[in-house]
């Protein structure tokens, strides 16, 4: 029996070696010094200087963007002057420009990925080949907090069979970061002895007797303590996968391209098993291309960073990436929670490029397996985008940072504003003299409306034509018509659900009730419909007072019954969407077959598809 005991102030786990192929190998310290966001850094000669089309690409967007909301808009403004015009005309306006402006986004950005895809011709059959191994070392690293011992296991097992059958175990370091509670640690050790024992590649673990700053505080105390020892460090969630042929694939690049700071890869979810998780890796499979496409397509040297399934040069990321605790007195203070955008926008405040690659396999995830995991988890993303608005004025940020933070913190705020225009729609329906829903005065804005909603779809559908590879994995035509229809109307029963549970979210952190850290539940066979009833108990009663505004006839309200249904069938649309049989019996008939259902995690010696890198961006130049 091995005697266990957390690690200690400085790092070493008493009673176990901290050298060699002990539980840690020899300290290499490496200075992270926190950054100071007022002023501008001193870096080092601008290494993305090639800008080529991207001005010209994020012009089409913005202005697109702004042209639609404007159209929109206006068309909408239109009956309301019939009377004048007045301060909650002008807030109503501005409100439903800001909205629609934020669906024509989306909806550039896939007609932008559809061109892309278009324009390389039908996907080949994914190329193999054994990659060079790269010269530098490789951390890999895999943050946990209380997470499923077993699971965790078998993921790293996976990982580190993978690359030692690759031929690249030395090149690659495995470090399971422990923030686990203390109770959690003999678990946890007793898995690490096993894995080690098992494993052809070097295999470390550490827990911090301390927790400080969440996933950010561990991987930057990882990185003073043993940073100096390592190239790149290839950064995982607790439930990301890698095979070694893509981990080689990611080393190689990031060396070949020495102003490269971050590589960041669009992961596939996988393991889906209840209906909500098999719905969501249906659509990222047939909407994520030309979603990912388009992102690439204007993203360029500015692209952002995900936390996880990337590879970041470790001394460019110390230099530049210690983040400072925000003011506690303030809304919104204390550590950064959503780091990741953040550090890529730290990166490329110090000169460094951030890119993301498609990598037509090899890099997975998990989804949230119903939709109360989903809100626990994004609550706590709310929170921490949301603190992304008092970071828009960091001195020498690139413009392209400050957009994505402020798109990162809209994503949530979106959420209340539409139920705001909700509720404005109504009062302006109550108070003009307008023979008429102010929403659907134009037939054309109605139609345009369900263009930029339903076009992102329809530019899937058309990309995903040039895969047939795709296609058979997702079942054939008949399949992912059936699959799209229903992720269609899922979607929009769920939509209500979500914007409210955003909103109260958002409300929360208002009122200072801050996020918590609450461990990550990655699997469900189903969700008692009582405690679902409670969780969503506001969503009900919201609902209710709905339909009854419409049962009694006041003016406007009858528009808002898709609303008032989808809140309605909250508890139901929850407790089916949670269970794994109902998961299952879809995918048996055909709906929401996804690549995951026909995968393997199996690859050759050394063998790795080819990374798709955007030829037009300073990556394809060797930069």
């Known amino acids: 029996m091995y005697r266990v005991e957390s690690e200690s102030e400085d790092g070493a786990a008493p009673g176990f070696g901290a050298g060699g192929r002990g539980d840690l190998p020899p300290e290499a310290p490496l200075d992270m010094p926190v950054q100071d966001l007022s002023r501008v850094p001193v870096s080092p000669a601008d290494a993305v200087g090639y800008v080529g089309p991207l001005v010209q690409r994020r012009l089409f967007l913005i202005i697109g963007s702004f042209l639609f909301g404007l159209l929109a808009a206006q068309e909408m403004f239109t009956p309301l002057q019939s009377d004048g015009i007045d301060g909650i005309d002008a807030a109503f306006f501005l409100l439903f420009f800001g909205l629609f402006a934020w669906i024509a986004f989306g909806f550039l950005n896939a007609v932008a990925g559809l061109f892309v895809l278009l324009g390389r011709g039908p996907v080949p059959v994914v190329a193999r080949s054994r990659p ?216 490329r405040r110090r000169g460094w490029a951030v890119h993301m690659v498609a990598m037509p396999e090899g890099s997975y995830e998990e989804f949230p397996p119903t939709m109360i995991d989903h809100s626990v988890r994004d609550r706590r993303w709310c929170q921490g985008n949301l603190q992304h608005l008092r970071l828009l004025g960091t001195a020498g940020l690139h413009w392209v940072s400050r957009l994505q933070l402020f798109m990162g913190a809209s994503a949530y705020l979106t959420s209340p504003l539409w139920l705001l225009l909700l509720g404005a729609a109504i009062f302006e329906q109550l108070r003009a003299d307008f023979d008429g829903f102010v929403l659907i005065s134009s037939g054309w804005l109605l139609g345009l409306t369900f263009l930029m909603l339903i076009g992102p779809k329809i530019a899937a559908l058309i990309a995903l034509r040039m895969d047939r590879d795709l296609v058979c994995q997702l079942g054939g035509w008949p399949s992912i018509a059936r699959g799209t229809l229903l992720e269609i109307v899922t979607s929009v029963i769920t939509a209500p659900v979500i914007m409210l549970t ?122």
């Not at 303590?225 to 095979?243: E, H, I, P, Q």
């Not at 955003?502 to 969700?527: C, F, H, K, N, Y």
């Open 132 to 347: 060079d191994l790269p010269r530098g070392r490789t951390a890999v690293l895999m943050p946990i907090y209380n997470e499923d011992v077993a699971a965790v296991s078998r993921r790293l097992a996976a990982m580190t069979g993978s690359i030692d059958r690759a031929g690249a175990a030395d090149r690659f370091d495995f470090f399971i970061l422990s923030d686990s509670h203390e109770r959690a640690h003999t678990a946890e050790y007793l898995a690490f002895r096993r894995l080690r024992e098992d494993s052809g590649a070097a295999v470390y673990y550490r827990r911090r007797p301390r927790n400080i700053a969440r996933k950010p505080g561990n991987i930057a105390e990882w990185v003073r303590r043993f940073g100096g020892a390592y190239d790149y460090m290839l950064v995982l969630d607790a439930d990301s996968l890698m095979t070694g042929g893509a981990m080689i694939r990611l080393a190689t690049a990031i060396e070949a391209r020495p102003t490269i700071g971050l590589l960041q890869t669009v992961p596939q979810l996988i393991n889906g098993q209840t209906m909500f998780a098999r719905w969501h890796q249906f659509a990222s499979a047939v909407y994520g291309p030309v979603a990912s496409a388009g992102l690439r397509w204007w993203s360029g040297t500015e692209a952002t960073f995900w936390g996880h399934n990337a590879i970041v040069r470790v001394r460019a990321f110390a230099e530049s990436c210690g983040l400072p605790e925000l003011s506690e007195g303030s809304l919104l203070g204390g550590h950064i929670m959503s780091h990741d955008m953040v550090e890529a926008a730290l990166l």
């Open 502 to 623: 955003q909103t109260m979210a958002i409300v929360d952190i208002l009122r200072g009730r801050q996020s918590g850290w609450l461990p990550q539940r990655r699997e469900a066979e189903g969700l008692d419909f009582a405690e679902v009833t409670r969780f969503y108990r506001w969503h009900i009663a919201l609902g209710a007072a709905m339909m009854t505004a419409i049962a009694l006839g006041i003016d406007g309200t009858i528009w808002t019954l898709p609303v008032a249904i989808g809140l309605l069938l909250t508890p139901a649309t929850v407790w089916l969407t949670a269970r794994a049989d109902v998961g299952e019996w879809l995918v048996r008939r055909g709906w929401f077959v996804s690549p995951a259902d026909h995968r393997r995690f199996e690859e050759g010696p050394g063998e790795a598809p080819e990374l798709v890198l955007e030829p037009s961006f300073a990556i394809a130049r060797g930069r």
